[in-house]
């Protein structure tokens, strides 16, 4: 199992995200490149992070049509990040696609993980106004089975879901958890969260952290105090 620590570059500008990168000096940890990131800077963001020796989880969340998602893949495919995600409700075909369009010719891939349902969504919305008439957990659990039945490698989930999508879906199904708080941090809008130290001992594979990392009086302490509770 490759457990790692993620951390979630949620910073508006290329300049931010440079200034916090430089903090670690020598040392590279894998980051999360997401959409606002992305938006703002483009490509060249990406190709500028992994030049440096950072290893990079791209989290754009891709969904859409199968075609689109492949043609887009293929793209995505030429950045050389090591993670991609979309979203499983494109259903197992689009999910099909998008590992088509990732596989280079060569055969090699970034691991490519898809979000269930997302952790802001809550049980009554997804019943009112998605008309989904089934318990979160079940639907998470479908989602993710629909997923590793498409070839994917893993699940962005709740760290409350890790044990059961390794129950249903392997134990080398990836399970990749945001919701990361230390016990004495603020909770901010996460709420569902959980430690590095528990989420370690329900077995998530990797944990994405934003905040109690970025927002911290010094950055380089609170990752290595996740890289010591969670490795
Ligand atoms: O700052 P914080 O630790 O809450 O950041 C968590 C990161 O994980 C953010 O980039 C957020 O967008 C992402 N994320 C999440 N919940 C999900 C999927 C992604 O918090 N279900």
Do not use: W
């Amino acid at each position: 199992m490759n457990r790692d620590v993620i951390i979630a570059c949620d910073f508006p500008t290329r300049e931010q995200t440079m200034t916090f990168l430089q903090r670690f000096g020598q040392r590279k940890p894998f980051v999360k490149i997401g959409m606002e990131l992305y938006y703002a800077e483009g490509p060249q963001i990406v190709r500028e992070i992994k030049e440096m020796g950072h290893p990079i989880f791209l989290d754009l969340k891709l969904h859409d049509i199968p075609n689109t998602v492949e043609k887009a893949m293929r793209v995505l495919s030429r950045l050389d990040v090591d993670m991609v995600n979309l979203h499983a409700a494109g259903t197992k075909d689009m999910m099909e696609a998008a590992l088509r369009g990732l596989t280079r010719p060569d055969g090699t891939r970034p691991l490519l993980i898809a979000v269930t349902q997302l952790t802001s969504t809550n049980q009554q919305r997804m019943e009112q106004e998605l008309l989904i008439p089934h318990p979160m957990e079940e639907v998470v659990m479908q989602y993710a089975q629909n997923a590793r039945e498409a070839g994917l490698d893993g699940v962005v989930c709740s760290p409350l879901e890790v044990q059961g999508v390794h129950a249903c879906c392997g134990k080398d199904f990836v399970t990749v958890t945001p919701g990361i708080r230390f016990a004495d941090s603020r909770q901010d809008d996460q709420h569902r969260i959980t430690t590095p130290e528990k989420a370690r001992s329900l077995g998530a594979d990797y944990i994405v952290v934003g905040r109690p990392i970025t927002a911290a009086e010094s950055p380089e302490e609170a990752y290595r105090r996740c890289v010591d509770a969670f490795i």
